[in-house]
């Protein structure tokens, strides 16, 4: 009861302030994104540069926890409530789409001719049409982080640039104790992390295979390049014993506690990384299949206009996403964030393409690929028990591989049917 | 007020009654009743949570018969119950038969028993968590590495995970069951005691022939009560398998998990209010058994 009068009196209050504040000739949008620690920070960066160069305009930025997210979007938008412009995952913009969440970006203002040149390929999947329906400000893909402490203890001098040499540095940098149990290992692993997306975009194509055929709509993987691809990745536990699943809870706790020699990780990793003390650690391409194939995997977040943007907050609203899809506003999220920049002129800039943590990840995007998910938490699960049958039931490739193809291809067609 | 002058006393008291009573009501009303209903309605339909609804019919619950997975969780949600229930209730009487007699820092250790019931689930799912680790990490596995023992899986198994999982839930629950229990045993008048021991009757049949039927009230709470949490276990499987939710390989995934994960990662409102209007008729049965099979008279 206090509560709803504490509330009620919130209500009246914000209820005067919004009426001073219209007074003004102020507009004030709103802004939404889940919360992680760095990119509330970079955005509020990038909203301070902004409020400085539009003083008639205020943006509210709101976070909330990600499992949240389309409940809360969804509730909000059509009952006039929420956010102007809002962040979604690139996977998403189709039922966003469809539900009349958000509206098209401008022709005017988003040009797509020089949307399609000035951006990295991948993000044309968010055109359609004679418009861009969303934008990202970064990017993320994978690279191979090391511990160089551990490289230097084990005599190793740079991290490995195959697939083979990936294997035999890990041997080099896995520790068992007296009952053979692994108290380090050498690379981390676990389908759970981001090793999914290694092994559907990196590891099928470096073993000579199309991990999905007719735009993502049908799962190709259970075939010959398939089963190397997985017995090469279930062989890093069973057959090298370099790692195990599972081991020390998480593969990025492990190797942030500096159990682990080699991990694969998002680039979004590298600032907790940076924040882990006495942890020394470099970064380098992911390394290339037995025929010298390079991939690798992006994804991204995109910013949006609601269709509950309208009038002065429409404007207002191209406004602010012309801002946050500037090139300052992607060295900005680089530098705070560590995702990199959506655009090659931000990106492959000397320095950026050459930063000694950046590189690898940047130079990564040009063979990148992008799996259209529609529901990725279920995909990334037909993975995972692909690998907890052979790790636990010892179940064969060929049978693992196949079950989980078609578990993966019943999620597809569920969703396109 | 005219109207109200002329009511009878019986009359007046009624209004007065149901106008204390209108709150909760306009708060169950709103609260719970209006989402349950809703539940039921788009059991029937499809939704993605963003688009418009579509009816279905019986759909969702077609697929949810031929549903492996289902049929998985509906044993992992059972097995939860049958184990879950007995234990607790077994170790909450043993406790608080125990606790109840003696005197030295019985506060203190009623504390010490109480303490997990407060506790955060989550935070306590997660301790545990870590406790069942493999080396170099995990408190239990390093004990037995101390002693040469070899490594135990815990959670990475399809045979231990489900035990590994309910542990930590009985014992957040114990607390709570134990005070139960102990007002139970207080509530027995001291004089059948006496009676029993003028007539030299053993502790057996004391416990047997006056604490055990004398306490039926407090189990049959006791039972309801734990019967619904444990059909309903959710914090500490999500929080101890978020590194592969329910798994592995589905082994400690409930009903309650896959529920959330069919709304909440899959977007498929429908057929997850099929598995709630499930879950409900579940507990609905199992509760109305529990209270006849163990009605007092």
Sequence with gaps: ?417 | MTLYRNLTIKQKQIVWAWSFLALPVLFYGVIRFYPTGTAFVISFQEWNLLGSRTWTGFDNYVTLWNDPVFWKVFKNTFAYLLIGTPVSLVLSFVIAYHLDKLRFMHNFLRMLYFLPFMTSAVAMAWVWRWFYQGVPIGLFNNILAGFGIPQIEFLNSTTNALPAVLAPAIWAGLGFQVIIFMAGLRAIPVSFYEAAKIDGVGWWTVLTQITLPLLKPTMVFIVVFSSIGFLRIFDHVFNMTTNNPGGPLNSTKPLVLMIYDTAFNGFNMGYAAAQTVVLFTILLIVSLVQLRLLRSE
């Design chain 1, 1 to 417: 009861m206090k509560s709803t009068l504490r509330t009620l009196a919130f209500t009246g209050l914000t209820g005067v302030a919004a009426l001073f504040s219209s007074a003004a000739h102020a507009v004030e949008i709103e802004y939404w994104q889940y919360f992680f620690d760095a990119r509330v920070s970079a955005m509020e960066q990038l909203i301070e540069g902004f409020q400085a160069e539009n003083p008639d305009i205020t943006v509210k930025m709101t976070h909330f926890p990600y499992a949240d997210y389309r409940t809360k979007v969804a509730a909000a938008i059509p009952a006039g409530e929420g956010p102007d412009v809002v962040q979604l995952f690139y996977g998403w913009l189709n039922d966003y789409k469809e539900a009349q969440l958000i509206q098209p970006l401008p022709a005017a203002d988003f040009p797509v001719s020089e949307i399609d040149e000035s951006f990295f390929p991948m993000v044309q999947a968010m055109k359609e049409g004679d418009n861009y329906w969303a934008l990202p400000t970064a990017v993320r893909s994978l690279a191979l982080f090391y511990n160089k402490r551990l490289f230097d203890d084990a005599g190793i001098d740079g991290p490995p640039a195959t697939l083979d040499e990936l294997v035999e540095t890990a041997k080099k940098l896995t520790a068992v104790d007296g009952a053979g149990n692994i108290t380090q290992v050498g690379i981390t692993a676990g389908m759970n992390a981001q090793d999914h997306h290694w092994f559907r975009e990196v590891l099928v194509r470096q073993m000579g295979g199309d991990p999905y055929s007719d735009d993502y709509k049908t799962v190709n993987y259970n075939t010959e390049a398939g089963q190397k691809a997985l017995d090469f990745y279930v062989g890093l536990a069973k057959e090298h014993k370099v790692t195990a699943f599972g081991f020390m809870d998480e593969p990025q706790a492990a190797f942030k506690a500096g159990r682990a020699g080699m991990h694969i990780d998002g680039s979004f990793r590298i600032g907790s990384l940076d924040k882990t003390r006495g942890l020394k650690w470099g970064v380098a391409e992911l390394p290339v299949g037995p025929d010298g194939t390079q991939s690798n995997y992006s994804s991204y977040w995109v910013n949006a206009i609601t269709s509950k943007a309208e009038g002065e907050k429409y404007d207002a609203s191209v406004k602010f996403m012309k801002y946050i899809t500037s090139d300052d506003a992607m060295q900005v999220w680089l530098d705070v964030v560590g995702e990199l920049p959506a655009k090659p002129s931000v990106g492959l800039t000397e320095a950026n393409a050459n930063d000694e943590v950046f590189g690898p990840f940047i130079r990564g995007l040009a063979y990148a690929h992008t799996t259209k998910f529609v529901n990725e938490s279920g995909q990334r699960q037909a993975l995972m028990d692909m690998v907890s049958r052979m790790d636990i039931e010892g179940q064969s490739a060929a049978d693992a591989i196949a079950i989980a193809a078609e578990e993966e291809q019943k999620i597809l067609d569920d969703y396109y049917k």
